[in-house]
T-cell receptor, first 113, second 116 residues
């Protein structure tokens, strides 16, 4: 069964460094998402992406964040200059169509020191 | 803004018994979708069940069923004949039918423990 995959599974970085989190959505999916979960808190929506454009973004998704689909298979989340409060589990998701089920990846645990 | 609340941080159930997880939500919209996602330890979230708000009939998926009370803004999940593999975090989620970006709004989760 096709799955969303994410790399790396864990990443440790120093405050102020740039990180790129990678996701490979399910191959025929057209809609892509990033969510995050700070330890002990709710899963929060960051951004949705369709047709090479951001469809919707949350207040969390400020200028430090960007998303890209650099080729036909990858979907990336870049954090330009990490802060301590960016430490969280980051989940990628994809769906085949508008309002279709979102399938989630296993997450990348990011720790900013 | 929509909010989703799961008031039970943890629930314990004996194998083969039934457990019900609570979820309430707040919205001013009339057209939306509700979901229950399951997240086993160290695994990705998978969809358990989905309910369209315009449907009066409660959704069921094998041993999983919901009690959708639109007026009360309540969406509980019942797991019947619980199995060891049901042990996981369960998240209730809301999605507007009109949002441009298909954003899911999640509750805080309920951890289900299954005792053999």
């Amino acid at each position: 069964e096709p799955e969303v995959t994410q790399t790396p599974s864990h990443q440790v970085t120093q405050m102020g460094q740039e990180v790129i989190l990678r996701c490979v959505p399910i191959s025929n999916h057209l809609y892509f998402y990033w969510y995050r979960q700070i330890l002990g808190q709710k899963v929060e929506f960051l951004v949705s992406f369709y047709n090479n454009e951001i469809s919707e973004k949350s207040e969390i998704f400020d200028d430090q964040f960007s998303v890209e689909r650099p080729d036909g298979s990858n979907f990336t989340l870049k954090i330009r200059s990490t802060k301590l409060e960016d430490s969280a589990m980051y989940f990628c998701a994809s769906s085949s169509g508008y309002q279709e089920t979102q399938y989630f990846g296993p997450g990348t645990r990011l720790l900013v020191l | 803004a929509q909010t989703v609340t799961q008031s039970q941080p943890e629930m314990s159930v004996q194998e083969a018994e039934t457990v019900t997880l609570s979820c309430t939500y707040d919205t001013s919209e009339s057209d939306y979708y509700l979901f229950w996602y399951k997240q086993p330890p160290s695994r990705q979230m998978i969809l358990v069940i989905r309910q369209e708000a315009y449907k009066q009939q409660n959704a069921t998926e094998n041993r999983f069923s919901v009690n959708f009370q639109k007026a009360a803004k309540s969406f509980s999940l019942k797991i019947s004949d619980s199995q060891l593999g049901d042990a996981a975090m369960y998240f209730c989620a809301y999605r507007s039918a009109r949002a441009a970006g298909n954003k899911l709004t999640f509750g805080g989760g309920t951890r289900v423990l299954v005792k053999p």
